[in-house]
Protein backbone atom coordinates (compact mmCIF):
# COMPACT_ATOMS: atom_id res chain seq x y z
CA UNK A 1 0.00 0.00 0.00
CA UNK A 2 0.91 3.47 -1.08
CA UNK A 3 0.31 7.03 0.17
CA UNK A 4 0.76 10.51 -1.51
CA UNK A 5 0.00 13.62 -0.63
CA UNK A 6 -3.34 15.25 -1.72
CA UNK A 7 -1.64 16.26 -5.36
CA UNK A 8 -4.01 19.77 -5.89
CA UNK A 9 -4.46 22.58 -3.29
CA UNK A 10 -5.42 26.01 -3.38
CA UNK A 11 -4.15 29.35 -3.01
CA UNK A 12 -4.58 29.24 0.58
CA UNK A 13 -2.06 26.79 1.11
CA UNK A 14 0.32 28.30 -0.78
CA UNK A 15 -0.05 31.75 1.43
CA UNK A 16 0.00 29.56 4.77
CA UNK A 17 3.48 27.74 3.70
CA UNK A 18 5.29 30.77 2.94
CA UNK A 19 3.57 33.20 5.63
CA UNK A 20 2.75 30.72 8.24
CA UNK A 21 0.14 32.58 10.38
CA UNK A 22 -0.99 35.78 7.45
CA UNK A 23 -4.69 35.65 6.51
CA UNK A 24 -5.20 32.98 3.73
CA UNK A 25 -6.54 35.62 1.73
CA UNK A 26 -3.71 38.25 1.46
CA UNK A 27 -2.15 38.75 -1.78
CA UNK A 28 1.14 40.57 -1.14
CA UNK A 29 3.08 36.58 -0.28
CA UNK A 30 1.24 35.44 -3.22
CA UNK A 31 2.38 38.01 -5.74
CA UNK A 32 6.00 37.90 -3.94
CA UNK A 33 5.58 33.93 -4.81
CA UNK A 34 4.86 34.69 -8.43
CA UNK A 35 7.34 37.48 -8.95
CA UNK A 36 10.31 35.34 -7.92
CA UNK A 37 9.42 32.53 -9.64
CA UNK A 38 8.31 30.49 -6.63
CA UNK A 39 4.90 29.29 -7.60
CA UNK A 40 2.69 28.77 -11.05
CA UNK A 41 -0.15 30.86 -11.54
CA UNK A 42 -2.15 27.85 -11.18
CA UNK A 43 -4.98 26.57 -14.08
CA UNK A 44 -8.61 27.93 -13.63
CA UNK A 45 -11.69 26.20 -12.51
CA UNK A 46 -15.13 28.15 -14.02
CA UNK A 47 -17.77 27.07 -11.15
CA UNK A 48 -21.32 27.47 -11.76
CA UNK A 49 -24.30 27.93 -9.58
CA UNK A 50 -28.48 27.76 -10.60
CA UNK A 51 -26.87 26.96 -14.30
CA UNK A 52 -24.86 30.14 -14.45
CA UNK A 53 -21.04 30.92 -14.54
CA UNK A 54 -20.53 31.96 -10.38
CA UNK A 55 -16.90 32.95 -10.62
CA UNK A 56 -13.49 30.75 -10.81
CA UNK A 57 -11.53 28.83 -8.26
CA UNK A 58 -7.89 28.36 -9.47
CA UNK A 59 -6.08 25.31 -8.60
CA UNK A 60 -2.59 24.51 -8.09
CA UNK A 61 -0.09 21.25 -7.96
CA UNK A 62 0.66 20.43 -4.11
CA UNK A 63 4.62 20.63 -5.40
CA UNK A 64 3.83 24.64 -5.06
CA UNK A 65 3.06 24.52 -1.92
CA UNK A 66 6.52 22.57 -0.64
CA UNK A 67 8.39 25.29 -3.42
CA UNK A 68 6.76 28.06 -0.67
CA UNK A 69 7.98 26.57 1.85
CA UNK A 70 11.23 26.09 0.80
CA UNK A 71 11.46 29.98 -0.25
CA UNK A 72 10.60 30.54 3.04
CA UNK A 73 13.43 28.60 4.38
CA UNK A 74 15.74 30.21 2.11
CA UNK A 75 16.04 27.60 -0.33
CA UNK A 76 15.29 29.81 -3.19
CA UNK A 77 16.94 27.68 -5.97
CA UNK A 78 15.05 24.20 -4.96
CA UNK A 79 11.59 26.84 -4.98
CA UNK A 80 12.19 27.35 -7.99
CA UNK A 81 13.10 24.52 -9.23
CA UNK A 82 9.95 22.87 -7.66
CA UNK A 83 7.81 25.61 -9.35
CA UNK A 84 9.03 25.04 -13.04
CA UNK A 85 8.40 21.03 -12.26
CA UNK A 86 4.74 22.52 -10.86
CA UNK A 87 4.16 23.88 -13.97
CA UNK A 88 4.66 20.71 -15.69
CA UNK A 89 2.34 18.67 -13.82
CA UNK A 90 -0.38 21.66 -14.53
CA UNK A 91 0.08 21.12 -18.10
CA UNK A 92 -0.23 17.45 -17.96
CA UNK A 93 -3.28 15.16 -19.32
CA UNK A 94 -4.04 14.25 -15.91
CA UNK A 95 -4.17 17.74 -14.31
CA UNK A 96 -6.45 19.20 -17.50
CA UNK A 97 -8.72 16.10 -16.50
CA UNK A 98 -9.18 17.14 -13.03
CA UNK A 99 -9.61 21.00 -14.42
CA UNK A 100 -12.28 19.83 -16.87
CA UNK A 101 -14.09 17.49 -14.23
CA UNK A 102 -14.50 20.10 -11.45
CA UNK A 103 -15.70 22.96 -14.50
CA UNK A 104 -18.97 23.93 -13.75
CA UNK A 105 -19.75 22.37 -10.26
CA UNK A 106 -20.38 24.84 -7.71
CA UNK A 107 -17.43 26.97 -5.66
CA UNK A 108 -18.86 24.49 -2.50
CA UNK A 109 -17.52 21.58 -4.95
CA UNK A 110 -14.63 23.01 -5.86
CA UNK A 111 -13.51 23.51 -2.58
CA UNK A 112 -14.16 20.47 -1.27
CA UNK A 113 -12.12 18.37 -3.71
CA UNK A 114 -9.25 20.97 -2.58
CA UNK A 115 -9.63 19.88 1.00
CA UNK A 116 -9.63 16.19 -0.21
CA UNK A 117 -12.73 14.96 -0.39
CA UNK A 118 -14.02 12.98 -3.25
CA UNK A 119 -16.60 14.21 -5.52
CA UNK A 120 -18.89 11.59 -6.55
CA UNK A 121 -16.47 10.76 -9.40
CA UNK A 122 -14.85 8.19 -10.48
CA UNK A 123 -12.85 10.04 -13.27
CA UNK A 124 -12.02 12.48 -10.87
CA UNK A 125 -10.30 9.61 -8.58
CA UNK A 126 -8.69 8.14 -11.33
CA UNK A 127 -7.28 11.38 -12.49
CA UNK A 128 -6.22 12.77 -9.05
CA UNK A 129 -4.30 9.14 -8.03
CA UNK A 130 -2.79 9.34 -11.69
CA UNK A 131 -1.35 13.09 -11.11
CA UNK A 132 -0.08 12.14 -7.57
CA UNK A 133 1.80 9.59 -9.02
CA UNK A 134 3.42 11.75 -11.39
CA UNK A 135 3.87 14.41 -8.80
CA UNK A 136 5.82 11.71 -6.44
CA UNK A 137 7.83 10.69 -9.88
CA UNK A 138 9.16 14.20 -10.27
CA UNK A 139 9.83 14.67 -6.52
CA UNK A 140 10.11 12.11 -3.82
CA UNK A 141 7.12 13.49 -1.60
CA UNK A 142 8.40 10.73 1.09
CA UNK A 143 10.92 12.95 2.43
CA UNK A 144 12.06 12.87 6.37
CA UNK A 145 9.29 15.64 7.42
CA UNK A 146 6.45 14.01 5.68
CA UNK A 147 4.95 11.10 7.13
CA UNK A 148 1.88 9.95 5.48
CA UNK A 149 -0.08 6.74 6.19
CA UNK A 150 -3.52 5.69 7.14
CA UNK A 151 -5.94 5.92 10.07
CA UNK A 152 -6.30 2.51 12.08
CA UNK A 153 -7.81 3.12 15.21
CA UNK A 154 -9.86 6.07 16.71
CA UNK A 155 -10.96 6.99 19.92
CA UNK A 156 -12.56 10.11 21.27
CA UNK A 157 -10.39 12.24 21.35
CA UNK A 158 -7.42 10.62 18.98
CA UNK A 159 -6.48 8.59 16.31
CA UNK A 160 -3.73 6.42 14.93
CA UNK A 161 -1.82 7.08 12.06
CA UNK A 162 -0.29 3.70 10.65
CA UNK A 163 2.75 4.55 8.41
CA UNK A 164 4.88 2.95 6.11
CA UNK A 165 7.17 0.84 7.99
CA UNK A 166 5.35 -0.03 11.02
CA UNK A 167 5.16 4.01 12.22
CA UNK A 168 2.50 4.61 14.71
CA UNK A 169 1.51 7.84 15.91
CA UNK A 170 -1.61 9.16 17.65
CA UNK A 171 -2.37 12.16 17.21
CA UNK A 172 -5.56 14.64 18.17
CA UNK A 173 -9.15 13.73 16.17
CA UNK A 174 -9.61 17.12 15.33
CA UNK A 175 -6.42 17.62 13.55
CA UNK A 176 -7.65 15.15 11.44
CA UNK A 177 -11.12 15.98 11.77
CA UNK A 178 -10.18 19.52 10.18
CA UNK A 179 -8.59 17.56 6.92
CA UNK A 180 -11.66 15.17 6.63
CA UNK A 181 -9.67 12.43 7.68
CA UNK A 182 -10.79 10.90 11.01
CA UNK A 183 -12.73 7.67 10.15
CA UNK A 184 -10.65 4.37 10.21
CA UNK A 185 -9.14 3.33 6.78
CA UNK A 186 -8.54 7.17 5.60
CA UNK A 187 -5.65 8.39 4.09
CA UNK A 188 -3.56 11.43 6.24
CA UNK A 189 -0.25 12.62 6.41
CA UNK A 190 1.89 14.65 9.08
CA UNK A 191 4.36 17.36 7.65
CA UNK A 192 6.63 18.92 9.93
CA UNK A 193 7.78 22.29 9.13
CA UNK A 194 10.49 24.26 11.04
CA UNK A 195 9.48 27.95 11.13
CA UNK A 196 12.67 28.94 13.37
CA UNK A 197 15.16 27.74 16.13
CA UNK A 198 12.25 27.98 18.52
CA UNK A 199 9.53 26.74 16.91
CA UNK A 200 8.15 23.31 14.93
CA UNK A 201 4.64 22.83 13.80
CA UNK A 202 3.45 19.82 12.67
CA UNK A 203 0.32 20.13 9.95
CA UNK A 204 -2.08 17.71 8.74
CA UNK A 205 -2.85 17.17 5.12
CA UNK A 206 -5.06 14.22 3.22
CA UNK A 207 -3.27 11.81 1.59
CA UNK A 208 -4.68 9.74 -1.40
CA UNK A 209 -4.14 5.85 -1.49
CA UNK A 210 -2.42 4.94 -4.99
CA UNK A 211 -1.04 1.55 -6.43
CA UNK A 212 2.94 1.99 -7.67
CA UNK A 213 3.19 1.81 -11.01
CA UNK A 214 4.83 -1.68 -11.83
CA UNK A 215 8.25 -1.24 -13.25
CA UNK A 216 8.15 -4.51 -14.70
CA UNK A 217 5.45 -7.82 -15.63
CA UNK A 218 6.54 -10.48 -12.73
CA UNK A 219 5.37 -13.02 -15.53
CA UNK A 220 7.81 -11.44 -18.82
CA UNK A 221 10.96 -14.09 -19.74
CA UNK A 222 13.48 -11.92 -18.31
CA UNK A 223 11.44 -9.61 -15.72
CA UNK A 224 13.21 -9.02 -12.56
CA UNK A 225 10.56 -8.68 -9.72
CA UNK A 226 10.40 -6.59 -7.36
CA UNK A 227 7.35 -6.84 -5.68
CA UNK A 228 4.11 -8.99 -6.40
CA UNK A 229 0.85 -8.00 -5.65
CA UNK A 230 -1.74 -10.25 -3.94
CA UNK A 231 -3.04 -10.71 -7.73
CA UNK A 232 0.34 -11.42 -8.79
CA UNK A 233 0.28 -14.14 -6.23
CA UNK A 234 -3.31 -15.79 -6.65
CA UNK A 235 -2.46 -16.13 -10.11
CA UNK A 236 0.77 -17.71 -9.69
CA UNK A 237 -0.49 -20.24 -7.29
CA UNK A 238 -3.63 -21.19 -9.09
CA UNK A 239 -3.76 -23.59 -11.93
CA UNK A 240 -3.05 -23.07 -15.20
CA UNK A 241 -5.37 -22.87 -18.25
CA UNK A 242 -5.50 -25.41 -20.66
CA UNK A 243 -3.14 -24.86 -23.60
CA UNK A 244 -5.44 -23.79 -26.73
CA UNK A 245 -3.72 -24.46 -30.08
CA UNK A 246 -5.66 -22.97 -33.16
CA UNK A 247 -4.30 -25.14 -36.52
CA UNK A 248 -6.34 -23.42 -39.58
CA UNK A 249 -7.56 -26.14 -41.82
CA UNK A 250 -7.83 -25.87 -45.53
CA UNK A 251 -10.88 -27.25 -46.44
CA UNK A 252 -11.07 -28.52 -50.36
CA UNK A 253 -14.13 -28.50 -52.44
Do not use: C
Not at 27 to 53: C, D, I, K, Y
Not at 98 to 104: Q, T
Not at 158 to 183: D, I, K, M, S, Y
Not at 234 to 246: E, Y
Amino acid sequence: MKFDLWPIVGREQLVQAFRPGSAAKKEAPFRTLRARGWATAGVNVVTRSAQRASGRVTIFSVLNVIAARRAREGDTTKAASLARAASRIERSRGFKVIARLLSGRTAEDVAAAIDGQLAQLDALHAALVQVARETDAMHELGAPDVVTGTVTKISDDAVLLQAAGGVQTWLPRWLARGVHREEVGDALALVTERLDAHQLVVRAVPALEVKAASRSSPFGRDARVHTLSAADVKKLAGRPAPLKVVVPVTIGK
